[in-house]
T-cell receptor, first 111, second 115 residues
């Protein structure tokens, strides 16, 4: 699985959009980009995933660059409950679970 | 309703003991996993089972033995516990089929402390 690089921490004001970047320059053609988050003392929570096109669901939007070497997770209106560690992972769609979650980005949403 | 449940939530035990952690999912998923999260918060896959069949075993000591009595359950048994086994263990499950195969749902975790 391709390696990802994320900033260790970010702050965001409550109500504002939180934009979390991820670099995955060695991603291969059949690897998807997945985002999970882990709120303190809880299990990781799936957020969104995509292959090439931008994706949106009720939680977030995922913007993938045309060359697929980086992506951005967007939380459109961050709340205090969005404070968590956000993990960006790339892996083959059928290679279920065969990946390790890296360091992630600690997002702190401030009032 | 809890989708993926684990018991116990906390487990404190002495070195050398044998212990088990249980996991159950009521989502009808075919695939289940065990992850270990160490003190540095690094979350690493240990095992994956698909329909009771082991499909991933990631360089885990053979003191760790997963058991899947049916596709809704994946238990983790650990023999001869060592200090380095102290961590939070997460169970997860996912459905079959293309990219949705990887939409994993995680349990609340079991914090294991070996003294």
């Amino acid at each position: 699985d391709a390696k990802t690089t994320q900033p260790p921490s970010m702050d965001c004001a409550e109500g504002r959009a939180a934009n979390l970047p991820c670099n995955h320059s060695t991603i291969s053609g059949n690897e998807y980009v997945y985002w999970y988050r882990q709120i303190h003392s809880q299990g990781p929570q799936y957020i969104i995933h995509g292959l090439k096109n931008n994706e949106t669901n009720e939680m977030a939007s995922l913007i993938i660059t045309e060359d697929r070497k980086s992506s951005t997770l967007i939380l459109p209106h961050a709340t205090l409950r969005d404070t968590a560690v956000y993990y960006c992972i790339v892996r083959v769609g059928t290679n279920a679970g065969k990946s390790t979650f890296g360091d992630g980005t600690t997002l702190t949403v401030k009032p | 309703d809890t989708a993926v449940s684990q018991t116990p939530k906390y487990l404190v035990t002495q070195m050398g003991n044998d212990k088990s952690i249980k996991c159950e999912q009521n989502l009808g998923h075919d695939t289940m996993y065990w992850y270990k999260q160490d003190s540095k918060k690094f979350l690493k896959i240990m095992f994956s089972y698909n329909n009771k069949e082991l499909i991933i075993n990631e360089t885990v000591p053979n003191r760790f033995s997963p058991k899947s009595p049916d596709k809704a359950h994946l238990n983790l048994h650990i023999n001869s516990l060592e200090l380095g086994d102290s961590a939070v263990y997460f169970c997860a499950s996912s459905p079959r089929g293309s990219s949705s195969y990887n939409e994993q749902f995680f349990g609340p975790g079991t914090r294991l402390t070996v003294l």
